[in-house]
């Protein structure tokens, strides 16, 4: 059993089951659900998937009106761990600053829930589980996903637990595709939508950024034409490639100098040898290495593949405004000047659609040299900005402060 392993089990990964614990004054529960085969998920691609699982984390408490549920989208190497401890790596959530008592995301006030994407690989069913059909990992034969099908799933989810109306929907990065997503499937669900460094549609340099490291999977001779698990090897090395060529886009270029510069990595003179000689060259490398005991390398291709795929436009033939046409829901749309993986033309994009159809929508550009990963880090900017939209739409839906 490897870490991701572990970590499933120890939150029933793959049981309809919960613990429960408190944790920095937050209540979290873990939990996941199983849908049988009379409850397969209808994918974009024709194919029915079932059974399959799907895992979440819930913190705060649900109000008898069913009125305070926020739902956070995760991002491409992010999970439900959005704000308690990672089983695997035990640093805090990844939006431990953003989410809990007393901050912008309330859990004294609202009832959060987080879930692992369909196809993912920290419980919810993905290429890494196993095939009822044959016994053995799904590997590449599991079906190709997309932004709609993780949302598709996780409104069955939000079925099951008997919610159905959404107070608001917040993500960055796929996270914001998520986000997008829900205002156009179920605009009746969702009351507010805050989509944070993101696009409608996946650029082309996106799309060659994540080629360039699903080939480095792929390339790596463990990966074994994705039956990898089935061979008992692991294609680290490519998976710790991809993700250091990754995170190269969430960083800006005067972070990167600010943090490192040309400094040399426990060195006083280059070594005029292929050894990590400056520091950057240090922290992709641990990057990388980090990366690979918590993540799996078929999820990385199939989740990169469905942000290739998204292109809210194109389903609504061809204009984004259709997409967000009749909505009710209020929108705050967050942009980085430095993000230059998700620009502020991007999320501008957004903006005009939304304006298009006299949306209901604040627009703020934050000004930080922290790149795309700002999102993910004490912006106080952010902070306010999204507190100051959260409260407004609290107060007009009746949540008291």
């Not at 009832?111 to 589980?129: A, E, H, K, L």
């Not at 967000?324 to 502020?344: A, E, K, N, Y």
Request: net charge negative; with cysteine.
């Amino acid at each position: 059993m490897n870490t991701i392993d572990k970590a499933a089990g120890a939150s029933d990964a793959k049981g309809s089951g919960s613990t429960e614990f408190e944790e920095g004054g937050i209540r979290v529960r873990r939990a996941s659900m199983t849908f049988g085969p009379d409850e397969p998920l209808a994918l974009d691609s024709g194919v029915n998937l079932s059974p399959f699982t799907i895992t979440y984390e819930t913190y705060g408490t649900l109000n008898a009106a069913k009125s305070n549920v926020v739902l956070i989208c995760h991002a491409l190497t992010g999970d439900q761990y959005a704000a308690s401890t990672h089983p695997l790596s035990g640093k805090p959530g990844w939006w431990a600053h953003m989410v809990g008592p007393g901050r912008p995301i309330d859990t004294n006030r609202f009832f959060v829930i987080c879930q692992n994407v369909i196809g993912g690989c920290m419980g919810t069913t993905g290429p890494r589980d196993i095939d009822p059909a044959t016994g053995r990992p799904y590997g590449l034969s599991f079906p190709v996903i997309t932004v709609g099908d993780m949302v598709r799933a996780q409104a069955m989810l939000l079925d099951r637990l008997g919610i159905h109306d959404l107070f608001c929907v917040i993500g960055g990065s796929m996270g914001g595709m998520q986000v997008l997503q829900w205002a156009a499937a179920y605009p009746e669900r969702v009351f507010s939508a805050i989509p944070i460094a993101t696009a409608a549609r996946h650029s082309a340099q996106n799309i060659a950024f994540h080629e360039v490291g699903r080939q480095a999977i792929m390339a790596d001779p463990e990966w074994k034409q994705g039956a990898y698990l089935s061979h008992g090897t692991n294609p680290a090395k490519g998976l710790a490639v991809a993700r250091m060529a990754a995170h190269i886009t969430y960083l800006s270029e005067p972070a990167l100098h600010r943090k490192f510069g040309r400094n040399l990595q426990d060195r006083d003179a280059i070594t005029y040898g292929f050894d990590a000689d400056f520091q950057i060259e240090s922290y992709l490398r641990h990057q990388g290495s980090t990366f690979v005991d918590r993540f799996d390398a078929n999820s990385y291709l199939y989740i990169t593949r469905a942000m290739d795929y998204f292109d809210l436009a194109d389903d609504f033939g061809g204009v984004l405004a259709n997409a967000f046409r009749g909505t009710t829901s209020r929108f705050c749309v967050v942009s980085f000047t430095s993000d230059w993986l998700f620009p502020t033309s991007d999320n501008r994009q957004i903006v005009h659609a939304l304006n298009a159809v006299a949306a209901n929508v604040s627009f703020v550009e934050i000004k930080t040299d922290k790149g795309h990963d700002a999102f993910l880090l004490d912006e106080p900017e952010m902070f306010t900005t999204l507190r100051g939209f959260i409260d407004s739409a609290a107060r007009t839906r009746g949540l008291a402060g």
